[in-house]
């Protein structure tokens, strides 16, 4: 296991589709997701895509912790998702704060829909299929957006609300 560098804003690899995972049993491609694990705990984020640590590959790991009352849709254990797609289940939108480790220090507003289905295998090649609601359909979608080439400030509405997290203490809603 290694700590793997990660890719900041303005890095070409951070702006293209990654490729398909061709072979999700590959030990290359188990590997390169027991890094993308070690470095998400140790950067202690809540989600990382393979462009982020400079792979081209549609590979995710995320996490929602979440709290004891939030419904179960809306938190998960820590997931790996090879090849995800996902699909709106509703049009309405809520906005709420992002960060991204790629864009370290910084904190951005982002709507987004807020009841999702997503699919992709697991690292045993099974399976996943979830509905996510609140943050764990928010960190599902902004990971699937690295896979893209798109960062959250694409998705932003009002560029006023982006912000250093230092200064977060400014606004009614802080970031988490
Ligand atoms: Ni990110």
Redesign the pocket.
């Known amino acids: 296991m290694a700590i793997l560098k990660i890719a900041r804003m303005g890095h070409p690899i951070l702006a293209v589709r990654a490729q398909e995972v061709t072979d999700p049993a590959a030990s290359k491609i188990h590997r390169l997701i027991d890094d993308m694990i070690e470095t998400l705990i140790d950067a202690d ?1 809540a ?3 393979a462009p ?1 640590v400079y792979t081209s590959l549609r590979v995710i790991v995320f996490r929602a912790p979440g709290a004891d009352e939030d419904p179960p849709e809306a938190k998960t254990p820590l997931t790996v998702l090879i090849n995800p797609t996902m699909e709106v289940l509703a049009p309405e939108t809520a906005g709420a704060w ?6 370290a220090g910084l904190r951005g507003f982002v709507e987004r829909p807020q009841h999702i289905r997503y699919r992709g295998l697991n690292r045993d090649g099974r399976t996943i299929e979830r509905e996510a609601k609140g943050f764990h359909a928010r960190v599902f979608q ?2 699937f ?2 896979l893209e080439g798109i ?2 400030p694409q998705r932003m509405t009002d560029i006023k609300k982006f912000i250093f997290e230092t200064e977060a203490k400014h606004w009614q809603k802080p970031p988490p």
Not at 98 to 103: D, F, M, P, T
């Open positions: 984020g989600g990382l895509a982020q992002e960060g991204c480790l790629s864009l902004h990971e957006d690295h960062l959250y």
